[in-house]
Structures are given as structure tokens and as C-alpha cells.
């Protein structure tokens, strides 16, 4: 057996390894994930984010690996899986100590966009700019609250480059002090150009911009709806992909799919391929259209979106899906321990990008906090019954909060397995080739979604 990531260091902190107990029948645990590959079989184990790799012979026999039983790949039978994992949650969220220091900071330029999309979250919202003035305290805020750690700007909006001046001066300004720092955006890429993408690469430090595709011209350019006329839009934005991509600022191109235009992603992922080729700075992705659907409308959308997601591997454009390597301890920005924080145009600051007028703990001009609203966004959805026989358990966190949250399907489950299918793959494909050194520094960029 050759261990390809080791157990998370929390979990050997909490648990150890596990004794083996002489006549004990044992089976593989709830949480433990399989995905064949040519050398063997690859095993992960999603509580203690360990991956193994067993030869054909020892994967014959999985009950007799003893080492299975030692890193809790193999249980007793009667063990309680779901109880073990809510204690080690528990312990590791105890053992956790608050940050001191923000390190990630989710800057809103504007609210405003020059876009239209008929399913944004934020239709209804009154578009605010951020002012000169207040990007200047926005670098205060950031100096102050740093320590002396490189931090990450992700650029947001309504659509960013609405207010690129902005961006410009919180980015020179915090070069002229001194501040080590890297930035993404999410983007619909309208409004890049040569110069801007110069500015970008060389001022923003940018590193990745995800942009979204709606389908091919004439959906896209329907779907958006630009403020501008007479030109194609859709054409712009690949004339400006490809600019991205050559100055070596890479992309991810989300596809925004449902039932109006998964007929033709799949001409939009050959066009893509044709016109780009294999690009190391280029990946793909397909997301659903958020909002509830009824079951059979799932079932059959995420049957096609896979089908979709094998025509991009195809084309090398799947991204580089990493695991998680310690214990999973939140969902994303919105409960995390205070890693990052939101920024608004007035200088509100928030936990969520997907409250941008509301549900704010503070301010940047003062040091008060609105414990309750910091609590409100750590507060988890109940367990379900589905949660006692899923895999992905220990590494789900459902929110009371999440605006993207419409509920656990079946299709949820599936895409979860699919995503650490592809991880163990990738993650084995690195070991061969060496490739896990300065793994955390690198964990971020690897990310498809951003």
C-alpha cells in the first residue's frame, strides 16, 4: 500500500490511529471513496482526508490490509461513523485557534454592471461606486487588520471593471507600502483590453479571472444583454479570453447551464476548443443555473452536465481538482473564523459576496462588530437522513445562510462523488510526478472555481 497524502494532521491529533482487535469483522467505512486507476485502486477517506493506493492483489482482499485498519479506512461493523465525525468536528473546531489577522479580502469596486442577466441575484439592488476617498481607507483597513501576511484581493462586483480606477489605486497604493499581495476577479470580461490587461498583470498582480459563458453568440449575447449596441459581444469577450490567457493570466471559463441552453454547450465547448486549443491557462467548468427544479428536471440536467464535463476533460480543459488534505471545519468565507471578510462600495463589510446591501457585522472605519450577524452566517442547516450513508459528510457544511442552498438531491451527492473522483486522480497524477511539494502554497491556484 503506498500512501499518496497522509492523514490530516488534526485527525491523528484527535484520534490517532486505530487499534486492531483480533476476531473484529470489518468493513470499509462510510466515508471512504474508490477510484480505480491503472496501477490499482485509490482509496480516500473524506473524515481523515488520507489517499492510499492499493496494488490489484491487496485491493482483492481489502478486509485483510491490516495498515486500512490502523489510518480508519476499515471499521467494525457496528462502528457509528456519523458520531465519530460530529466528535472530531467538535475537537477540531475546539483546537482551533482565532486568526489574528485577515488575509482575504473580497473587494466590491461597484454594484453596478454593464450586463443584464436575467437570473442575477442582485437585480433590484441600487447600484453603488466606491469613491476615491473610500478606497483610500479600504488600504488602511487592509494595512491594519494583515498582520504581516500576503493577502488576497478577489475583485467583485456587479461588474468590476465598472470601476477599474478603483482597482488601480487600492493595488498602487498598498505596492507603495509595501504590501505583498496577489488578486482574482470574477469578471464577465467585457471590458478588458490590451492596456487594462498590461495594468492587470502588472499593477493588480492578477492572477486568475473567472468569466461566464451562457452559450454560443446568440444566446450569450441574448442572455446578457449588454447596455451597449451594435456590437457582438460574444465575440469581444473570446477576443478578450485569448488576450488574457497570452499575457499568462489564467482563465476559468464557467458555463452557466439549465434546460434553455445545455442543448448547446456542448457546440460552445468544440467552438472553445477550436479557437484556443490546449491552453495551460484556459480551464472550463459547468454549473447549474441556481433555483429549485423539480426532480425529474435534475435528474436530467445533471445527466447532460456530465456528459458536458467529459467533453471538456476531452478537450484538457477540466482544471486541476485538488482534495482536501485537513479536516474540513467550514464551508467557505461565510463561516470561517475570520480569515476573510467582504468589502462593500461604502465600506460596509460583510461575510457573504451574496449580500452586497444587507446582513453586514461592521464597518471599515471602525473596530465594532455585530456578534449576531457573525453568528447568523455559522449557523448549519439540521442533518438530513441522506447524511448518514453520504461520503462527502465530513466535508459538508449546509448553512442556514447560503443563498445557493435549494436543498440535498441525489444530484448534489453525485456531483460531490464526481468532484473527488477527478481530485483523486489529479492528486495521484501530482505524486507521480513529484509535484505535492509547497502543496499549500499552491492548493488556491490549482482551484477550478474561484
Not at 496494488?55 to 481489502?62: G, K, L, R
Not at 492572477?207 to 451562457?214: C, E, S, W
Request: aromatic share 8%.
Amino acid at each position: 500500500m503506498q500512501v499518496i497524502i497522509p492523514t490530516a494532521p488534526k485527525f491523528e491529533q484527535i484520534v490517532g490511529r486505530q487499534k486492531r482487535a483480533d476476531g473484529q469483522v470489518y468493513r470499509l467505512m462510510t466515508y471512504v471513496v474508490q477510484q480505480t486507476v491503472i496501477d490499482g485502486l485509490l482509496l480516500y477517506n473524506t473524515l481523515t482526508c488520507s489517499l492510499v493506493l492499493l496494488t490489484p492483489d491487496e485491493a482483492a482482499d481489502i478486509t485483510a490490509q491490516g495498515e486500512l485498519i490502523d489510518r480508519w479506512f476499515l471499521v467494525p461493523q457496528a462502528h457509528d461513523d456519523q458520531k465519530l465525525c460530529r466528535q472530531v468536528r467538535q475537537m477540531a473546531a475546539l483546537l482551533m485557534p482565532a486568526p489574528k489577522v485577515v488575509t482575504t479580502y473580497t473587494i466590491l469596486p461597484t454594484t453596478g454592471c454593464n450586463a443584464r442577466c436575467f437570473y442575477c441575484y442582485e437585480q433590484g439592488t441600487k447600484p453603488v461606486t466606491m469613491t476615491a476617498e473610500t478606497a483610500s481607507r479600504v488600504v488602511r483597513y487592509i494595512v491594519a487588520h494583515r498582520g504581516d501576511e500576503k493577502v488576497t484581493l478577489r475583485w467583485f462586483g456587479g461588474e468590476p471593471l465598472v470601476n477599474a480606477k478603483v482597482i488601480d489605486q487600492i493595488c498602487t497604493e498598498l505596492s507603495r507600502q509595501g504590501v505583498p499581495f496577489r488578486s482574482k476577479m470574477i469578471s464577465n470580461g467585457y471590458l478588458f483590453d490590451a492596456d487594462r490587461i498590461q495594468r492587470a498583470k502588472d499593477l493588480w498582480l492578477l492572477q486568475k479571472v473567472q468569466i461566464t459563458l451562457d452559450g454560443t453568440a446568440q444566446t450569450y449575447n441574448r442572455v446578457k444583454a449588454y447596455v451597449y449596441r451594435d456590437v457582438n459581444a460574444f465575440e469581444h469577450v473570446l477576443q478578450n479570453i485569448g488576450l488574457l490567457t497570452a499575457a499568462g493570466i489564467r482563465v476559468s471559463i464557467r458555463l452557466n447551464v439549465d434546460k434553455h441552453n445545455i442543448g448547446e454547450m456542448a457546440e460552445l465547448v468544440e467552438l472553445l476548443h477550436q479557437r484556443f486549443g490546449t491552453n495551460e491557462h484556459l480551464s472550463v467548468y459547468s454549473h447549474e443555473l441556481f433555483g429549485e427544479r423539480a426532480p425529474e428536471d435534475n435528474a436530467e440536467l445533471f445527466a447532460q452536465r456530465m456528459l458536458l464535463e467529459q467533453q471538456i476533460a476531452k478537450c484538457g480543459y477540466g482544471g486541476r481538482k485538488r482534495l482536501q488534505k485537513d479536516t474540513q471545519l467550514n464551508h467557505c468565507m461565510a463561516d470561517d473564523n475570520g480569515e476573510s471578510v467582504v468589502i462593500a462600495p461604502d465600506g460596509h463589510l460583510g461575510k457573504c459576496e451574496h449580500y452586497i446591501d444587507s446582513e453586514f457585522f461592521g464597518h471599515i472605519d471602525h473596530e465594532e462588530r455585530d456578534k449576531a450577524i457573525l453568528r447568523k452566517f455559522k449557523e448549519r442547516r439540521a442533518d438530513i437522513e441522506a447524511c448518514a450513508t453520504c461520503p462527502y459528510y465530513p466535508q459538508c457544511y449546509r448553512l442556514v445562510m447560503c443563498a445557493d442552498d435549494f436543498g440535498c438531491t441525489p444530484e448534489n451527492q453525485r456531483e460531490h462523488l464526481h468532484k473527488m473522483k477527478k481530485g483523486m486522480k489529479n492528486e495521484y497524477e501530482r505524486y507521480l510526478k513529484n509535484e505535492n511539494v509547497n502543496d499549500n502554497e499552491n492548493k488556491q491556484d490549482d482551484e477550478t472555481e474561484i
